[in-house]
């Protein structure tokens, strides 16, 4: 990546204890690097020579605990969500691991869980990118810049354009100092001389908020200031965000931001791990041959499986009910009350707490009907 | 001081305050995330409301106004009926077991909302100052005008409202009923009776001589009759505005009501069929003169509800 040539060669001193990713990596994976090559401190040889042996080890291990992290974080985070799910019934919890194949309950993991999962990266590589550029001034490079450091260009790419599609719109302003934070890019880099360079950023921005007027004039009508700051600031930020910090701001900084971005993962987390797996969904029950309106009964809850005598329903309240398929007479989707909007606000129809995957989703199926059994 | 800083620690200082502003609108956005709305949801009103966890809706509608709402082979038909299972619907209540339609007469209509024998009244109910003290409304609905229906054998004679103040005439008009007020400002001498169905039927055996009511209800006899009877088109000055009745002690559900209304006349703005559109193509709109649009509901409470994030264009 652009910012790892600038500070990464010129610190053998950093090796000292080894990056806490290698930590995370702990359980044995089914990968060729063979394990034992986890268990050595790189402290053992700090002469030169060792040096860019070093770093390639590094790297090697970098990936493989990545890899180790991409399967294995999920994995955790999915049997933790069917435990929740189950509402902490051991005996539900394995009806739905019997029930919820491996793959489902990943790609339902990914679904839900990939905001968080962009938004840790993109923190983690903006502030690496940050720590990293000032980290000289250090004693001991901070956490992140040195995982910034040994990780690919690619994968921090590949994370940005992850946030790009997934968070909502209201928030992506924000990308754009994170982007210039982690690649350590300044305006200087898009034109030598100043006065075009002024008159590309103008144009930019002008268009920019001509782009966001609708919004933003609903946004002062319904006297909404938050948004009105999260779209507007964040690409002026962006302007000043990369280059290095003073000694006195970078060394609270470090720890402190760290040890944030931590503390809101645990945080954010909760909600993901809670999210359901599996969808909700109210079933009409009744007798077969019954056709009076007090024999009907309504389960709101999730399907686990359907076979060919029952339907094994997780109710919503808690418990599970097997219902014979015989007395199933309709079944509805429905949505969630965590999926309520808290703005009125719309960027060209796009409501901004759509992320740009949700957006062009109802683009595709714009109607959305509530069925009247979800009320 | 601003003069001797030199370039790199204006840079320095700009950079520290893009980082920390970038924090700090990091951190501003992800509590925003986490919030909970602000506005009150459909369903936080609905569990205020008094049919929360009600199994059946049930609401009263006429069943002897054509058109409007009556009963054929058994089941309620009309725009009123219409608009009512649109509104138990998105309440909730979809299909017949779990709705019940209440007969209610004019004169009934608040009893049975006050009296809790309904939960609410989707029955020609004009919006009117006097009767807002006693139900709440949602609405209008549709905007009428009263006029007088009079049979084939008066239509040359009976034109204007000094036509009806003849004390020749009979004028029939069913009693608790807005017409009756309005005729009675008017100076015109009626005959009270319990439903507009007992003036016509009192026209067609030659005991009243013409019936006032709701341009609606008229239509609808109109229909049942077309051979028999005529509108005639009177500057009555007010017109009626056709709300939906809630109980008083309900401002959640009348909320709601209102709330629905409101979406059904903005999907109708914005081209849409509106269940509003579809039900008075059903029923009344062969048999009115002139186009009619749905109203804008008054007094529409903002709420968030699951379909808000849906593309309006």
Known sequence: MSAAPATASDDPGADGPPPPVLRAAAPPPALPIPAGRVEPTPVALPTEAAGSWDQVERRARASQSFWTAVVGVPAIFSVLRLGIEAGGELQTTLLLVANVGPVNLLAGFLTTAARLLSTVLVAVFALGGVLAASGHRLARRPLFARWTEITPGWFVVASFLMALVTWPLLYLPLLLPAFAAAFQLRPERLHERAAVRALIIVGGYAGYLWLLVPTLRDAWRQGEPLPIVLLVVPPLLALFVAGPLPRMVIQPLAPVTQLAVLVVLVWAALPVISTPVLPLTVTTVGEPGATSAGAAEEIRGHVVTTDDVNMVILEQRGGVRYVPVDQVRGQVLCPSEEELPRYRLRIHDFHVEDSLLEGLGRRVRPVHRVDAACR | ?313
Not at chain 2, 80 to 101: P, T
Not at chain 2, 173 to 180: I, L, V, Y
Not at chain 2, 204 to 209: H, L, P, S, T, V
């Open chain 2, 1 to 313: 001081m601003g003069v001797s800083l030199s370039s790199s620690r204006w840079r320095s200082v700009a950079t520290t305050a893009a980082v920390a502003l970038t924090l700090l609108l990091g951190a501003a956005a992800g509590c925003d995330s986490q919030q909970e709305p602000d506005l009150p949801s459909v369903q936080e009103k609905l569990r205020e409301s008094h049919i929360w966890g009600q199994p059946v809706l049930r609401i009263g509608v006429a069943d002897d106004e054509p058109l409007m709402g009556e009963i054929r082979d058994g089941d309620h038909v009309g725009f009123d009926v219409e608009i009512a299972r649109y509104i138990a619907a998105s309440l909730g209540y979809e299909g017949e077991h779990r709705l019940e339609f209440v007969a209610v007469s004019t004169e009934d209509r608040i009893p049975a909302l006050q009296g809790g024998v309904v939960d609410l009244v989707v029955s020609s109910f004009s919006i009117t100052e006097e009767r807002k003290k006693l139900v709440s409304f949602a609405g209008p609905y549709f905007v009428t005008t009263q006029e007088v229906l009079v049979p084939t054998r008066h239509k040359d004679t009976i034109r204007t409202i000094e036509d009806l103040r003849n004390p020749k005439y009979r004028i029939c008009t069913s009693g608790g009923s807005t017409t009756e007020a309005e005729l009675e400002k008017n100076q015109v001498r009626t005959l009270v009776v319990k439903d507009v169905w007992d003036c016509v039927k009192g026209i067609r055996a030659g005991n009243y001589d013409a019936v006032s009511s709701d341009e609606t209800i008229l239509a609808g006899f109109l229909a049942r009759y077309p051979t028999e009877f005529e509108i005639v088109d009177m500057p009555f000055g007010t017109s009626e505005l056709l709300g939906v009745g809630v109980p008083i002690g309900d401002p959640a559900l009348r909320d709601l009501v209102a709330y629905f209304l409101d979406k059904s006349y903005q999907q109708g703005r914005s081209g849409e069929a509106s269940p509003w559109l579809t039900a008075y193509n059903r029923t009344l709109g062969p048999w009115l003169r002139g186009e009619k649009r749905q109203p804008q509901p008054l007094d529409v409470p903002r709420l968030v509800d699951f379909d808000d994030k849906a593309p309006q264009r």
